[in-house]
């Protein structure tokens, strides 16, 4: 295959303001032949320190938008750069018209339909000839999102029926493009994890000296999560679950958010503030550690796309509590609701405190099903969730098949 230009359209990019998105973009285009692919990203710049044009890695990256000095995830979440979101709709789309003309481009491929599908089905619409891909990998509701995008009009729908092909990271998300009106080329690639990094062990001495700097016994059955603050994640029931738990039993947050307030004043409500820590933030290469120091993962989520973290608890080997909400019925089988597949967590209702209390209970009270839960959720996450089969994927199922012709 003869060198492919690919513009890429996201909201932002390395170094800064990253996630599961930026995150899927760099591992795949890290593992894609170089001779064979130019990748080239559009995405808002925020920080007016950052280059308006500079290569990251192996992608040429084109910076446009709103900026402050050296803002932090909270100031783009607020005016004005929080504007970016809407201005990128259609910046965007002028922004490549003018950039196809440097470089012309054999494709583009936009990450996710409410961040950019707008301006890329713009884009197909100008230039028809050049293929177009689309990403689901949405965590909020389907009807949320489609609400908040109707002020686009016709143009959001468009975003759907205009993509080539749509590659979304689970049948859920797959579901909601046919309701959106798609009938063309529809795969189902999810997205994956540093399996290796995730299944390494972690040193009982290490353990020791992380579950002393959380301020936690050795005999306390600890709760984790890796969660932005919101309330999809539904970190409440977590905590109003923990009432009717042992004392023994704590809960640990790693992540921000807008409702950390809220949850911070659920805690002290409940008298909880000696069992649950909001930690805020962590470096993602020192999660696996933290994941390891503690006991059993947890996120009864209300939605989700997919859902990166709990294949990193499953590659970490921790039993892991969760509904089975969108994407994660592609993953997560629980023992009574999935019979008929080998099981790899434990299922909750979503918006129940109770059930929570239950799968806890049963994990700490099974110790031997549980050892086999975990290994047999490892081996799913290794084996079918590691970033180099789901850049080959990427690769033979998307983008070669564009130009097969």
């Known amino acids: 295959m003869t060198m492919k230009r690919v513009l890429i359209f996201s909201l932002g990019y390395y170094p800064k303001h990253i996630g599961g998105a930026e995150v899927a973009i760099k591992e795949i285009t890290d593992r894609l032949p170089g001779d064979e692919y130019e990748f080239h990203v559009l995405c808002n710049r925020y920080d007016s320190t950052l280059l308006k044009e500079e290569m990251v890695g192996r992608v040429r990256v084109h910076r446009i938008g709103l900026t402050r000095h050296a803002p932090s995830m909270g100031d783009i979440r607020k005016l004005p750069l929080h504007l970016n979101k809407i201005i990128y709709q259609f910046s965007a789309y002028f922004v490549a018209k003018r950039l196809h003309k440097k470089y012309h481009f054999d494709a583009v491929w936009a990450m996710m339909a409410h961040s950019c599908g707008v301006p890329a089905g713009m884009f197909k619409k100008r230039f028809p000839g050049v293929p177009y891909v689309l990403t689901l990998q949405e965590g909020d509701p389907p009807e949320y999102i489609e609400h908040k995008m109707r002020v686009f009009g016709k143009r959001f729908p468009e975003a759907f029926s205009r993509a080539d092909v749509i590659q979304s990271i689970s049948h859920f998300l797959q579901a909601w493009a046919v309701r959106m009106g798609f009938v ?222």
């Not at 909001?278 to 859902?307: N, T, W």
């Open 184 to 405: 063309g080329k529809s795969v189902v690639i999810p997205n994956a994890v540093d399996t290796k990094k995730f299944s390494t062990p972690l040193l009982p001495e290490r353990r020791v000296l992380l579950r002393t700097e959380l301020g936690l016994m050795p005999d306390d059955v600890v709760l984790v999560t890796t969660s932005r603050l919101v309330h999809k994640n539904a970190i409440d029931d977590v905590i109003k679950a923990m009432p009717d738990l042992p004392k023994t039993v704590k809960f640990v947050v790693f992540g921000a958010g807008p409702d950390e307030a809220k949850l911070r004043s659920l805690i002290t409500e409940l008298k909880l503030e000696d069992r649950v820590q909001l930690r805020g933030q962590i470096d993602h290469d020192v999660m696996p550690s933290y994941l390891k120091a503690c006991d059993i993962f947890i996120r009864p989520s209300r939605s989700e796309g997919m859902g990166n973290s709990f294949v990193e608890a499953m590659a970490a080997e921790l039993p892991v509590i969760a509904t089975q909400e969108g994407g994660i019925a592609d993953f997560l089988f629980d023992r009574n609701l999935n019979p008929d597949q080998p099981t790899t967590g434990f299922a909750v209702r979503k918006d129940s405190p109770e059930d929570i209390a239950i799968a806890v209970r049963e994990i700490i009270a099974n110790p031997e099903f549980v050892s086999e839960v975990c290994s047999t959720a490892k081996a799913l996450a290794i084996r079918d969730y590691d970033w180099n089969l789901i850049a080959k994927r990427m690769h033979d199922e998307v983008f070669a098949p564009l130009w097969a012709d």
